[in-house]
């Protein structure tokens, strides 16, 4: 369960990382077709639609910019979660050999003690 969460989360932050920092990049850039995401004022003329617009351009960006950053710990989280979830794993089959291993070395030990009772 682990490992499906940390691949899921893994995939839905790339995806978060890469759609986030495109905006942000749009945004800084002020893009026309974004200008319906952006605040909207009542403004007094056109400078102050521009200075205002440039603001909402700006603080979109950053708002944008720091999701990808919280979206960049999601996925160290996930990565940890991979890891942990491979090793939990490792541990399990060298567990698993250990316990096959000493088995078969008891069969072994005792076979050999029947060998040398019969001679």
Not at 76 to 104: H, I, Q, V, Y
Request: proline share 0%; aromatic share 10%; charged share 25%.
């Amino acid at each position: 369960m682990l490992q499906f969460c940390g691949v899921c989360y893994m995939c839905l932050s790339i995806w978060g990382i890469i759609q986030l920092v495109i905006m942000g990049v749009l945004y800084r850039m002020e893009s026309l077709g974004l200008i319906e995401d952006t605040e909207e004022h009542h403004f007094s003329d056109l400078d102050d639609f521009i200075k205002r617009t440039q603001e909402n351009y700006r603080t979109v960006s950053t708002n944008c910019f720091i999701a990808a950053a919280i979206y960049v710990v999601i996925l160290g989280c996930s990565l940890l979660c991979l890891w942990k979830a491979k090793k939990a794993e490792k541990m399990k089959e060298a567990k698993l050999l250990d316990d096959k291993l000493s088995c078969t070395f008891e069969v072994v030990e005792l076979t050999e003690k029947q060998k040398k009772k019969i001679k």
